[in-house]
């Protein structure tokens, strides 16, 4: 009878640490739930600010930082798992086609200041973001490096012409 009492009270032991093991177990697990459920949120919301920073950026901002917050919104996106496709190709569009705009409103002022150094940057810029676009337009662009070229030659004639009547007074 002693031998079936200790078998009874281990067996009971072992009933009860089983017991009270398997609600810890559920509660870790449950725990864990929670907190990729907090995490996913987090990412989400993250995801969210960086697509609102996006828009704001793209109004407001130049082509590098617009870029720049595109690559951040399409990484933090990735992360919580809403990434489109679509969006980032649309937002990466009006990027460029933002870009595109400014860089010819450069090259005119540029022209109209005699500026012709920097509007040759800009006619580059506006060049290689008009092809990621695949609105390039060669015939626009020769007009375009023609113009600058010849106002840089009547501007070099024009200093040396000035030159010139300085040294013969």
Not at 58 to 77: H, Q, V
Request: charged content about 30%; hydrophobic content about 35%; proline content about 1%.
């Amino acid at each position: 009878m002693i031998a079936f009492t200790k078998i009874t009270n281990i067996s009971a032991i072992f009933f009860l640490v089983i017991t009270l093991m398997l609600p810890v177990k559920a509660f870790g697990e449950t725990e864990q739930v929670e907190d990729d459920k907090a995490r996913q949120k987090l990412l989400r919301r993250t995801a969210n600010i960086s697509l609102w920073r996006l828009k704001v950026v793209i109004e407001r901002d130049g082509f590098y930082s617009a870029r720049s917050a595109l690559n951040i919104w399409r990484s933090n996106a990735k992360d919580a798992g809403t990434f489109d496709q679509n969006k980032f190709d649309e937002f990466k569009k009006q990027i460029y086609e933002k870009s595109v705009s400014s860089n010819m409103k450069c090259i005119e002022k540029c022209l109209m200041d005699e500026n012709y150094t920097d509007a040759k940057i800009c006619l580059y810029w506006w060049k290689t973001h008009s092809q990621v676009l695949d609105t390039f337009d060669p015939v626009k662009h020769d007009e375009l490096k023609k113009m600058i070229e010849e106002g840089k030659e009547k501007k070099k004639q024009l200093i040396n012409t000035n030159q010139e009547s300085m040294k013969s007074d």
